[in-house]
């Protein structure tokens, strides 16, 4: 199986989450080998250099995943973007923003899936490369954990768990295994969440600035705000599955296993693909 690539360069407008910041992305094709790297058009020199993505440049996982260099040049909210190219299967891209995090869109991965399908996707000379798991990895953090077990593909199941109403009427475990499922079908379309009682206190670490009801699931004491209601019965634990997908692309290989995660979040979704990726750069 080769590499793959975008056909062409495709641009897109929107505005940050957390920063609030009106956003122009453009994603580029890429060589190959050359990974996922993320460029901020708007910083001169050595700040607006190219940032190959790796795990352990996501230092900022607060309410999401951020890329922080050691120059301090932030590019956030990467997950979802990320996800769309893992489940395309794009291995080299270059993305460049001139804002410190990557628009939201709708809070889901589909609009950058309408992207990829516009830019289109070219085949490479050089081979894909896969990271098949051999034998169990783990990280865990009081009650929670993400583990990696052997699977002759690419499966997912993800428990979440959250003291309130609206999450007690559908199943909160969703398992997907792709030889079978499509990605589009059962995650694209699910959005981020988030509860009202956590706006104030969001705001005052400038996060969330840019949420509205057009870009996130807002939940109450009781119930969702969104006049439209779900667009999945189980819409958070998908919208979680689709963030850890997002996740574990920064490891920077295909996964071949089945990956079994329980209450977890950005942080140790990172310190997983971290701990795979030093395995890889051991080999």
Do not use: C
Not at 116 to 145: H, S, T
Not at 221 to 244: A, I, Q, S
Request: no cysteine.
């Amino acid at each position: 199986m080769l590499q793959r690539t975008l056909a062409k360069s495709i641009s897109v407008t929107g505005v940050g989450l957390h920063s609030g910041e009106r956003v122009a992305l453009t994603l580029h094709p890429a060589p190959e080998n050359s990974g996922i790297s993320f460029r901020r058009t708007d910083l001169d020199g050595e700040m607006g250099e190219t940032i190959k993505l790796t795990p352990y440049l996501i230092n900022d996982t607060r309410l999401s995943s951020t890329i922080v260099t050691d120059k301090g040049v932030r590019v956030g909210t990467i997950e979802h973007i990320m996800s769309a190219l893992s489940a395309y299967g794009i291995d080299n891209a270059l993305i460049e923003l001139n804002a410190p995090e990557i628009p939201i869109m709708d809070g889901s991965s589909l609009p950058f899936i309408y992207l990829l399908q516009d830019a289109g996707v070219v085949d490479q000379k050089a081979q894909k490369r896969f990271l098949k798991i051999l034998k169990p990895v783990e990280v865990k953090e009081a009650g929670k954990w993400v583990r990696f077990t052997p699977y002759d593909g690419f499966k997912v199941t993800l428990t979440i768990e959250f003291d309130h109403p609206v999450f007690n009427r559908s199943s909160p475990t969703f398992e997907i295994d792709f030889a079978g499922k499509s990605y589009i079908d059962e995650i694209a379309r699910a959005r981020t969440f988030g509860f009202m009682h956590e706006v104030e206190m969001m705001r005052a670490h400038n996060l969330g600035l840019g949420g509205n009801l057009n870009n996130a699931i807002v939940i109450d004491d009781m119930d969702v705000l969104n006049p439209e209601g779900l667009r999945y019965p189980d819409e958070f634990v998908r919208h979680k599955t689709l963030d850890l997908i997002g996740d574990l692309a920064a490891v920077g290989r295909p996964i071949r296993a089945h990956v079994v995660a329980v209450r977890s979040g950005h942080e140790l979704h990172l310190r997983l693909a971290d701990r795979l990726r030093a395995l890889l750069s051991g080999a």
